[in-house]
């Protein structure tokens, strides 16, 4: 059984297919692909054990301006109302099966797409969304939107514990240190080290990375952001998002709109 309509999400419009495949009366697949004039920006799809459906997973995530009908689709804003509307129509659908897990390996691009090129656009210079968002925010994106948590319990825990060291001066080296968990490159004279000797003379981590200036955060996290988090914090790729405590979708606001989200698995399409 093939499906396709129109759905509201928020301002925008989408469209669904659903996909569900049988085989001697048993359900051998069962998808959700979600977008707009681009159509595959979001696929849920679930597992079923004896023809009963018992796990939901978002294999594959996409951010693209094409992504909604009749409309361009908002960077940032746009993104979190594009996944819920596919979440929350799936669960719709499949109330027994709250919980949606994905691979959490989304970045934002430090170079602007080129719209000449038809989607999907390949990202040029990424910086993971996950360690961006928590340099700034305390969380990931998906926790701050979503709710989410790790599939591992007690790796979550240890995960939010690890992050204390973001506002703990304590924790916080001499700078000479801090280029060593960089593994800085650069020459001692160099612009990039200058610039990032001077907001380093903020009292904690997160106030060092509000130092930096917004118009160059991108580029200049993005030759060692990945390095750094890894040397504090206690990080798994496997979330879920709970269905029933994510939050409601939002019309309006001021989010910021800096990020692009770009994340991409093999489409069950």
């Known amino acids: 059984m093939n499906k396709t309509e129109v759905i509201n999400g928020g301002k925008y419009k989408f469209t669904v297919t659903t996909n569900v495949q049988l085989y001697e009366d048993r359900i051998t697949c069962h998808t959700y692909k979600l977008g707009g004039k681009y159509a595959d920006c979001v696929n849920i799809s679930y597992k079923y054990k ?44 499949v109330p027994s099966v709250p919980i949606f897990e994905f691979e959490d390996d989304s970045n934002i691009d430090c170079v602007e797409k080129q719209m000449t090129n038809p989607p999907p656009r390949k990202t040029v210079k990424p910086v993971n969304l996950a360690f961006f968002n928590i340099a700034y925010h305390g969380k990931t994106w998906y926790e701050s939107r979503f709710n989410a948590q790790m599939i591992d319990s007690e790796k979550y825990k240890r995960y939010k514990k690890s992050l204390e060291f973001l506002t703990d001066p304590s924790k916080k080296p001499e700078f000479k240190n801090f280029l060593e968990i960089i593994e800085n490159k650069h020459a001692a004279d160099s612009p990039q080290v200058k610039l990032l000797e001077d907001c380093y003379k903020a009292p904690t981590y997160r106030k060092f990375f509000e130092a930096i200036p917004r118009e160059v955060r991108c580029s200049v996290l993005y030759e060692w952001l990945d390095t750094f988090m890894k040397h504090y914090i206690v990080y798994d790729n496997n979330w879920y998002i709970d269905a029933r405590n994510m939050e409601a979708i939002q019309t309006g606001g001021s989010r910021e709109k800096f990020y692009i989200f770009s994340y991409k698995k093999t489409s069950n399409f």
């Open 50 to 93: 004896n023809n009963k459906p018992v796990k939901a997973m978002i294999p594959h995530l996409l951010y693209e301006p094409e992504c909604a009908v009749a409309s361009l689709l908002a960077k940032g804003s746009g993104t979190e109302l594009m996944i819920k509307t596919a979440i929350n129509y799936a669960y719709n659908d």
